[in-house]
């Protein structure tokens, strides 16, 4: 199992664009999040899934937008970036949402100049 | 919203000794407690974690303790070695509408003196 991926691992962006930020998982996981880590301030969670077709919003969703269309894959959009937006963003999945973040990816690191 | 606390933010210990790091929790209904560890450069790893029907947990080297009246848990790593150099997450959560939700806290960098 390569667990979970996440691509890519850097981006440099300027402001206004957008991109998205692509995260798969091959554990038939249920429950997928998205969270963006700051210095300072530990992990944000962003937006959630606990099933294909099902998504909810975290602590900080706003200027991001997810979907599910499928179990495996769980992609993270930046509408137009901002340069509040630089971090670092993971993704993480767990069989169901007793154990929330199971496992991360590798996680990218994104700049917004 | 949950507000987790976490303390101290950075930790030296010699090689051997014993480490504690502490967090606060706000919400009664959190339910469960887990702890991340995170290297240079790495991504979290879950390295153990406790429901709020448990008091204790351990395994091998580390433990974490639940106090829900206080509403604090702790994680303890006994004879610490160079390899748990790292920072270390907690974070609580709870069911909200359905779903859980996890809150970390900011955070202990903990460095291990050989």
């Known amino acids: 199992n390569a667990g979970v991926t996440q691509t890519p691992k850097f981006q440099v962006l300027k402001t206004g664009q957008s991109m998205t930020l692509q995260c798969a998982q091959d554990m038939n996981h249920e429950y997928m999040s998205w969270y963006r880590q700051d210095p300072g301030m530990g992990l944000r969670l962003i937006h959630y899934s606990v099933g294909a077709g099902i998504t909810d919003q975290g602590e900080v969703p706003n200027g991001y937008n997810v979907s599910r269309s499928t179990t495996e894959d769980f992609p993270l959009r930046l509408l137009s970036a901002a340069p509040s937006q630089t971090s670092v963003y993971f993704c993480?999945?767990?069989?169901?949402?007793?154990?929330?973040?199971?496992?991360f990816g590798p996680g990218t690191r994104l700049t917004v100049l | 919203g949950e507000n987790v606390e976490q303390h101290p933010s950075t930790l030296s210990v010699q090689e051997g000794d014993s480490a504690v790091i502490k967090c606060t929790y706000s919400?009664?209904?959190?339910?469960?407690f887990p702890w991340y560890k995170q290297e240079l450069g790495k991504r979290p790893q879950l390295i153990i974690d406790?429901?709020?029907?448990?008091g204790e947990k351990k395994d091998q080297r580390i433990a974490v303790t639940l106090n829900k009246t206080a509403k604090h848990f702790s994680l303890h790593i006994t004879e610490t070695q160079p390899e748990d150099s790292a920072v270390y997450f907690c974070a609580a959560s709870k069911k909200d509408f359905g779903n859980e939700k996890l809150t970390f806290g900011t955070g202990t960098r903990l460095t291990i003196i050989p």
């Open positions: 406790i429901r709020s029907n448990v």
């Open positions: 919400d009664s209904a959190s339910n469960y």
């Open positions: 993480a999945s767990s069989l169901d949402g007793r154990r929330v973040a199971q496992f």
